[in-house]
């Protein structure tokens, strides 16, 4: 499959910064903070007196959690500068930030110098995707392991999938209505009140990650599908909205090995 090429947005995150860190929080969202991160942590197979890069770090929340044993050094970067001014609000002093942009970030860093990297819920809005898939392969070490978590695509494609109800059969179901065409969907920070401030989110199909992770030297090890932790307990369809949650992945990772 060709991959489109879409624009690309050079100010990533930087227009909603301070929304994000306000909607977070320091330590992440609910969902980073339950599934993501822990996730993502122990894909990487941390040891001690490694070296470990977050790519996109955004405001440095998964960072500082790998940073608190004390034993690892631990880099971050983002193409956001404030998002960087805040990860490095009480920084722990393992645990390094920088401006940088994640399609263009190897020379920042000595060749192979990482024992892993992780790129959480960003590469969903990075465009181009493979340069840095390439340049992950260039800082890692041979045998270091690249995490990438993401809105699964296969069922939380941005706008094109959502939850619907089955009346006859009392089944609460999800709708995708594209999957295997890659596109770009510009996603407002404030509708309403500020239409104009936006980011955008790029859907790619599951074949994609794995056609240019192989292209850059990887071969994948590990992938796992995550499901959302909430839980309905009241309202007609609360059942079935459990059932929903436990068989509907919301979160996909994938760790990929540099060969």
Request: charged share 25%; with cysteine.
């Amino acid at each position: 499959m060709r991959m489109k090429k879409f624009r690309r947005v050079k100010k990533g995150w930087e227009p909603v910064a301070d929304w994000y860190v306000g909607y977070m929080g320091k330590e992440g969202g609910a969902f980073q903070r339950d599934i993501v991160f822990p996730g993502a942590e122990r894909l990487l197979q941390l040891k001690k007196g490694g070296t470990y890069l977050d790519i996109a770090c955004g405001q440095g929340a998964f960072a500082k959690r790998l940073a608190k044993d004390g034993s690892r050094v631990i880099h971050g970067f983002d193409i956001s500068p404030s998002l960087i001014a805040e990860a490095k609000k009480d920084a722990p002093k393992n645990a390094h930030f920088r401006v940088a942009d994640a399609t263009g970030f190897a020379s920042h860093y000595p060749p192979s110098s990482f024992d892993g990297a992780a790129c959480n819920l960003a590469i969903q809005n990075i465009d181009p995707m493979e340069p840095v898939f390439a340049d992950a392969s260039r800082v890692l070490k041979p045998g270091g392991v690249l995490v990438l978590t993401m809105n699964h695509p296969a069922f939380r494609q941005p706008r094109q999938s959502g939850w619907g109800w089955d009346e006859e059969r009392k089944l609460q179901y999800r709708r995708v209505d594209k999957y295997l065409e890659p596109y770009e969907m510009p996603i407002l920070a404030h509708p309403g009140s500020a239409p104009s401030v936006k980011t955008y989110s790029y859907h790619r199909p599951l074949s994609a990650f794995v056609t240019a992770l192989a292209k850059h030297g990887f071969v994948i090890d590990a992938l796992e599908e995550w499901v959302s932790n909430k839980v309905s307990d009241s309202g007609p369809k609360a059942k079935a909205e459990n059932v929903a949650r436990k068989e509907i992945p919301l979160f996909l990772a994938i760790r990929a090995r540099k060969m």
